[in-house]
Nanobody, 128 residues
């Protein structure tokens, strides 16, 4: 069983920054593909970013077009933690952000059904 716990959400003004963290349990974090998804009220959960494990300590980054150039996904395997640095935030970024995990690599890192483990989420609210 893998437990994921997000933190770092909050209320910021448009143009501001936040860094989300996702702490994970388990001793094999390094071989997990990890993703961030978000869900705004009335919307389906959507892909934000992912780090797809491609072997060894190598990962391939993926981003939704709406966040590319503003968000950066990263991980610290020594701390079993995933991050999402969010800059130049916009009101449309307002959502509950969840991290997700899948053991091994995936051919479909943008698809939420690929991930077996999910955190409870952290609220991000951007005021205009």
């Amino acid at each position: 069983q893998v437990v994921l716990v997000e933190s770092g959400g909050g209320l910021v003004q448009a143009g501001g920054s936040l860094r989300l963290s996702c702490a994970t349990s388990g001793r094999t974090f390094s071989i997990f593909s990890m993703g961030w998804f978000r869900q705004a009220p009335g919307n389906e959960r959507e892909f934000v970013a992912a780090l797809n494990w491609i072997g060894g300590n190598r990962y391939y980054e993926h981003y939704a077009d709406s966040v590319k150039g503003r968000f950066t996904i990263s991980r610290d395997n020594a701390k079993n933690t995933l991050y999402l640095q969010m800059n130049s935030l916009k009101p449309e970024d307002t959502a509950v952000y969840c991290c997700a995990a899948k053991a091994g690599s995936t051919q479909y890192p943008r698809i939420r059904n690929e991930y077996a483990y999910w955190g409870q989420g952290t609220q991000v609210t951007i005021s205009s």
